[in-house]
């Protein structure tokens, strides 16, 4: 089976502070994907990489910042941290030739206080 | 910006019921067309998927029924169950060099008994 895991399932931070959140995949997948979830608003894409130090911006890629050294792991880095990025984090990652088949993990619920 | 309209927001049926969402695309370069489903604290996971080349395709109790002239693809869920609740997402997928999934904003389900 797939396995996506996130670092953290709930994070509570305070404005202005460094926030990492870290996804590792276990099958290989040369592609893996940032989003975020919110009520109402569904999946938006921040920030996806297809290879090692590769990275494209998604459709909301500002105040975000990501960083792939090692295929397995991707991080989501959250510069300085607001209140409006208080949200639900989702990684995902595929095959590079299966790009519509993306596997999630459990997700990071961040609350910036 | 691409769009994938999805309806309802919220649907209650009753168990044993039939559970239909509905989704809507612009973009004609879409040419697949996952269902993914989400349980409280989990990560999306994809449920069944449909390439425009077939009108209909079912697993299980699962249905797609797709319409490429009205750009219009549905999930139906056949003898509903109280486990089926959950909230779904419905997607779309460009082959065309994008590595984005397009999703609906959702529509959480709950079967009640």
């Known amino acids: 089976d797939v396995k996506v895991t996130q670092s953290s399932r709930y994070l509570v931070k305070r404005t202005g502070e460094k926030v990492f959140l870290e996804c590792v995949q276990d099958?290989?997948?040369?592609?893996m994907f940032w989003y975020r979830q919110d009520p109402g608003l569904g999946l938006r894409l921040i920030y996806f990489?297809?290879?090692?130090?590769?990275?494209e911006k998604g459709d909301i890629p500002e105040g975000y910042s990501v960083s792939r050294e090692k295929k397995e792991r991707f991080s989501l880095i959250l510069e300085s941290a607001s209140t409006n990025q208080t949200s639900m984090y989702l990684c995902?990652?595929?095959?590079?030739?299966?790009?519509?088949?993306?596997?999630f993990g459990p997700g990071t619920r961040l609350l910036v206080l | 910006q691409q769009q994938v309209k999805q309806s309802p927001q919220s649907l209650i049926v009753q168990k044993g019921g039939i559970s239909i969402i509905n989704c809507a695309y612009e973009?004609?370069?879409?040419?697949?067309f996952p269902w993914y489903q989400q349980f409280p604290g989990k990560g999306p996971a994809l449920l069944i998927a449909?390439?425009?080349?077939?009108s209909e395709k079912k697993e299980g109790r699962f249905t797609i029924s797709f319409n490429k002239s009205a750009k219009q693809f549905s999930l139906h869920i056949m003898d509903s169950q109280p486990g089926d609740s959950a909230t779904y997402f419905c997607?779309?997928?460009?082959?065309?060099?994008?590595?984005?999934?397009?999703f609906g904003k959702g529509t959480k389900l709950s079967v009640i008994p």
């Open positions: 995902a990652s595929s095959f590079r030739y299966r790009k519509e088949t993306q596997y």
């Open positions: 099958m290989d997948h040369e592609n």
């Open positions: 990489s297809y290879d090692v130090k590769m990275k």
């Open positions: 973009n004609t370069a879409f040419d697949y």
């Open positions: 449909i390439r425009p080349d077939v």
């Open positions: 997607a779309a997928y460009s082959g065309a060099g994008s590595y984005q999934l397009t």
